[in-house]
């Protein structure tokens, strides 16, 4: 699927990986997840050997039998902290994307916008190398949706050295991203550096006619 | 959502439910009583409630009531442990494994389709007519529910929560302590207590064969010397622990199910 894809995300800023569907945007988020494994090719985190990466989904993959404070404590596992300390930081993560008093709800008992929060937060919790956002807002009705988008632009300074963020939306991509490229035929079609400041429509519409210009046309037909 | 769900249950008080509950079976042990009294029926096939509940105490009294529930009780819990052990690691292989689930899909059907008492003259030629032949068919009748909902179980265990708990690096170990046990809890427990029942009844018929204990053989005996107060008292007081066994399993899965809804929602 995908073929010559070479890329480099720049630590401490937000790469924004855009493409049709099926264009293999969300395997190269498994691969570098480690979910899936290449036929060839290298993945490579800097200096850091045994990066640790954190995932947040298009569903919230929330475990529905436990409540929030015990989805979250999972991040933790490998951390070693003492269960004092643990629920601390659970507290204060839930706080910080608004969830502040929700740890001892259930999924069940969260809107989706609550829960994807909640989805960021267990990422968040590992102090990840890597964040990967696998189009964290697919599943959100426009209006929750575009709320979400402002709590990541307030949340930037969290996300950790390095984001890679897969979505379908041009906006939201120029809105979050330092850094866009476009997968086309299973390689970088383009890339678009974000400045601030700059006209964000301008640049909305430089991607869009990329992206149509990249577009799969044989099979569209 | 568990106030949702208790609150169907507790729409009536306590006393009230209970009268509910009871209201159709006093008006029969009422009128059986009546009839026995004035001579309406023949108490040796319908001994008066009282008639058995005299009988069941001087069981009681004579201890012989004890010995016998002790040891029935005794059966059905070695036969339903040896169902668990047995069932939830061929579960356990079907499930994860394509080709045992193929090689044994057959055999297993073939053996769930034969009546446990059908195997009962076997069963007494292989294991004799010990305590192990009465073993075998309450873990022959406790076994197919075990499996099956373990397996269903298993099944409800959603490949997105896996790899979530691999992007969160758990260990094999930790993904079966907090992703797979508990998300096939639920429907583990309901065939835990699909299987007792089933083992619980399959004592009496278990219980046929050369026994001196128990209470199947307290039946038999009952009947041989004509005593059909006896009898009745027996096959009440299997009825009542049978009844009793299914409540605890309720209670337990309801605590083992506080997210019940499991599979409600991603």
Redesign the interface.
Known sequence: MLNGLDLLAESGQVHAILGFSGCGKSTLLRLIAGLDTADAGTISFGQVTAPRIGVVFQEPRLLPWATLSENLALALRRVGLSRADQARRIAAMLELVGLGGCGDLHPAELSGGMAQRAALARALLRNPDVLLLDEPLGALDPLTRRQMQDELVRLRAHFGRTTLLVTHEVAEAVRLADRISIIADGRIAHSFVVRAHADASALEAAILQTLFAAAPTARAA | ?DARAKSVVTDDPLWLRLLTAAAVPLAVLCAWEIAARAGWLNVYLLPAPTAVLRAGAELARSGELARDVGASVQRVLVGFVLAIVTAVPVAVLVQRCRTAEKLLRFPLNFVRATAPLALLPLLVLWCGIGEATKWAVILLVGFFPILLNTVAGLQSVRP??L????????TPL?RVR??IV??AMPVFVAGLRLAFGNCWRALVGAELIATSVGLGYLIMDAQAIARTDMVYAGILVIGTLGFAADRAFVRLTRGL???G??????
């Not at chain 2, 790899?163 to 758990?170: F, I, K, S, V």
């Not at chain 2, 809804?261 to 991603?266: G, I, K, P, Q, R």
Request: without cysteine; aromatic residues 8%; charged residues 30%.
């Open positions: 959502m997105q929560w790899e979530m708990a691999r992007t969160l690096d758990l930790e907090f992703v508990p998300a199910a506080g997210g809804d499991a599979l409600a929602e991603d």
